[in-house]
């Protein structure tokens, strides 16, 4: 963590990659590229009643982005000398919260819908919820930071050659709050990999298809954080759809699986967890090689 204090000390504005496509739009995410830290933990926000407030914490160690995948919000900071003031209402905008800041989240629009990525695993004992135990301990600087999470994990970097009935469904879970809820999700925990890249899709038309590729070394997790879609995955002599219209349910869909998502609702976000960072070469991006993939695999 200390490498992180290095970098980024003070709060940021980061704008992320937005690829334009009349498809939907699409912004991504990698550890320690567009952010400055791994991916330990993600969670999201929705089902806010209007007028609520999120937040009104600080963290000792942990660090976070926050992003507003639909809707908007503000969020306050204080790191005890000064605040300031942004308001989230752009999904590929993201803002950089270091450790040690107090943040509140409000005014949240209809349909609002909040990510936030961590540097850290939940830690109850990493949270100061009481703004006068805030102030105290911003004075004593004797704060060390958390070791990263182990990359790459042990995930074969062999070709693989998985089926549809290798695809499982993941049930999150979903702490309810009168303040709306909230869906937590760990690397290596919630998920069978250490998450390495993010990625969202939105702004869908109606009509549209997204995916048809499949991977050889990537797993994935879909989630419809809005909305709802279909994914049909195909292993070459399967097939099989699945309905993904909950935002506490995710699809994982392992390497050597061709996947397409289709029908999606009006304001539908597709969530995705990747295991690894974008490389073009573990993309199998037509069908007939898809094909071939699979006969060499047999």
């Given at each position: ?35 400055p ?8 926000i929705?089902d ?9 914490h600080?963290f ?41 800041t ?13 990510l ?59 702490i ?19 998450i390495?890249?993010?990625?969202y ?8 298809e ?16 809005s ?21 506490m ?27 690894e ?6 993309y199998?991006n ?6 071939k ?6």
């Amino acid at each position: 963590m200390a490498q992180i204090d290095r970098m980024m000390k003070r709060e940021k504005l980061i704008d992320l990659p937005k690829v334009i496509d009349r498809r939907g739009n699409l912004s991504f995410i990698e550890a320690k590229k567009h952010i400055p830290f791994p991916i330990s933990r993600i969670y999201w926000i929705y089902d806010v009643p209007g007028g609520q407030k999120r937040g009104s914490h600080a963290f000792r160690i942990q660090h976070e982005v926050i992003i507003a995948l639909s809707g908007s919000f503000d969020v306050q900071l204080d790191d005890g000398s000064r605040k300031t003031m942004y308001t989230l209402n752009r999904s590929y905008n993201a803002l950089y919260v270091p450790n040690m800041t107090w943040r509140t989240l409000s005014n949240f629009s209809t349909n609002a819908l909040c990510l936030v990525i961590t540097s850290e695993p939940y830690s109850e004992n990493d949270y100061i919820r009481n703004y006068k135990l805030f102030k105290e301990e911003l004075s004593i600087a004797t704060l060390k930071g958390a070791k990263d999470i182990a990359d790459g994990a042990n995930l074969s970097l062999e070709p693989q050659y998985n089926t549809v009935f290798d695809c499982s469904l993941i049930e999150f879970p979903v702490i309810k709050n009168r303040a709306g809820n909230i869906t937590p999700v760990e690397s290596l925990r919630n998920v069978p990999f250490p998450i390495e890249r993010i990625f969202y899709i939105y702004d869908i038309p109606s009509g549209a298809e997204r995916g048809m590729h499949a991977h050889k070394h990537c797993h994935e997790v879909l989630i419809a954080t809005s909305g709802s879609f279909e994914v049909e995955l195909d292993d070459g002599n399967n097939k099989k759809t699945i309905l993904l219209n909950r935002p506490m349910i995710g699809l994982h869909i392992p390497p050597g699986v061709w996947a397409t998502e289709r029908e999606y609702s009006s304001g539908a976000i597709c969530l995705a967890l990747a295991s690894e960072k974008y490389e073009s070469e573990d993309y199998i991006n037509t069908y007939s090689k898809f094909k071939k993939y699979r006969r060499n695999g047999n």
